[in-house]
């Protein structure tokens, strides 16, 4: 599993209009943007191949932090969607980005979480997410 991958299974799986974007020109622009019954936002995607022993190392990078925490502090829904292995997926609040890029140890890290699932997800779980996400 990769990014690549996490983004094709999100793709196939959550039922919400997304589009991948690249951008080259703002730095830190998330990956996808997404439209929901007149609800969009943001999402940016992380995928760890396994569980850290001490602290989540997301790999969110300081413009990424600084870029979800302005857009949340506007009144934007942005997000931060992370796979960890093939078992667990978490969804963080965008407001909440620059504790994620600080390195946060997996106690604060669980903390901070907006909804997660272990293992393999049902098609009612991608349904429960997607109605966070566009909520």
């Known amino acids: 599993m990769s990014e690549r991958n996490f ?11 997304m589009y991948r974007v690249e951008n080259k020109v703002s730095k830190g622009m998330p990956d996808i943007h997404y439209v929901n019954e007149a609800k969009s936002g943001w999402i940016e995607l992380k995928y760890l191949p396994k569980w850290p022993k001490k602290r989540i190392s997301s790999g969110l990078m300081l413009n990424q932090s600084l870029w979800l925490e302005n857009y949340s502090k506007n009144q934007g829904q942005a997000w931060v969607l992370i796979r960890i292995g093939r078992d667990f997926v978490a969804l963080i609040d965008g407001s909440k980005a620059e504790k994620l890029y600080n390195r946060p140890c997996i106690k604060d890290f669980l903390n901070m ?14 349904e429960e997410l997607a109605g966070i996400i566009a909520s």
Not at 7 to 17: C, G, K, Q, T
Not at 113 to 124: A, I
């Open 7 to 17: 983004w094709v299974l999100i793709r196939n799986s959550l039922p919400i209009e």
């Open 113 to 126: 979480l907006s909804w997660s699932r272990k293992g393999n997800l049902s098609k009612e779980d991608w």
